[in-house]
Antibody
Framework: EVQLVQSGAEVRKPGESLKISCKAS????????IGWVRQMPGKGLEWMGI????????RYSPSFQGQVTISADKSLNTAFLQWSRLKASDTATYFC???????????????WGKGTLVTLSS | SYELTQPPSVSVSPGQTANITCSGD??????GYWYQQKLGRAPVLVIY???ERPSVIPERFSGSKSGTTVTLTITGVQAEDEADYYC????????????FGGGTKLTVL
């Protein structure tokens, strides 16, 4: 059974750094893409980026390029999403999801983590 | 940036058919995907590559495409189908290989 277990809720102040995680099990971590998706309170889904753990090939949405860093550790079967300086507008739930690359140059996600709620409070 | 357009809401009575549309200029060349998200839960893939249904998804869910529009159809809607539904596709370039529609709230009356 494919499982993606995300780290717990976080409360941070603007300007602080943060790294959240997504631990995969039940499949070959190195040979499947892992994507990250943001959902702000009461809003829709926004794609942030995606990584291929096998060679760390990473692609970012232009909307999130330079704002976050996506990484993966094959030895831990874990993907990460990190911020160096959080902003109040980063308050959201962040989902990781296993990705597939289709023959039409896009990705889709067949299994999702439960999400990590990140709350910014001054 | 590339956009996928969905109606904000759709309402149907139990047992009826719900059609949720998603429009985008690149859809004739790109696949459409659909996710169901119930309140407070993670999204679930219900349709991939326009018309394919994961084995765990009930047969009442189906997908279709015509021109620049993909459609999610739920035949014989049940109360448990009440949720937000998001379409997803790519823009046929390296810039936006993943784009989500704004979401449609399905209300079962």
């Amino acid at each position: 059974e494919v499982q993606l277990v995300q780290s717990g809720a976080e409360v941070r102040k603007p300007g602080e750094s943060l790294k959240i995680s997504c631990k995969a099990s039940g499949y070959s971590f190195s040979t499947h893409w892992i994507g990250w998706v943001r959902q702000m309170p009461g809003k829709g889904l926004e794609w942030m980026g995606i990584i291929y753990p096998g060679d760390s090939d990473t692609r970012y949405s232009p909307s999130f390029q330079g704002q976050v860093t996506i990484s993966a550790d094959k030895s831990l079967n874990t993907a990460f999403l990190q911020w160096s300086r959080l902003k109040a507008s980063d308050t959201a739930t962040y989902f990781c999801a296993r990705g597939f690359y289709s023959s039409k140059w896009d990705y889709y996600f067949d299994s999702w983590g439960k999400g990590t709620l990140v709350t910014l409070s001054s | 940036s590339y956009e996928l357009t969905q109606p904000p809401s759709v309402s149907v009575s139990p047992g009826q058919t719900a059609n949720i549309t998603c429009s985008g200029d690149a859809l004739p060349k790109q696949y459409g995907y659909w996710y169901q998200q119930k309140l407070g839960r993670a999204p679930v893939l219900v349709i991939y590559q326009d018309t394919e249904r994961p084995s765990v998804i009930p047969e009442r869910f189906s997908g279709s495409k015509s021109g620049t529009t993909v459609t999610l159809t739920i035949t014989g809607v049940q109360a448990e189908d009440e949720a937000d539904y998001y379409c997803q596709s790519g823009d046929n370039s390296d810039f936006y290989p993943v784009v989500f529609g704004g979401g449609t709230k399905l209300t079962v009356l």
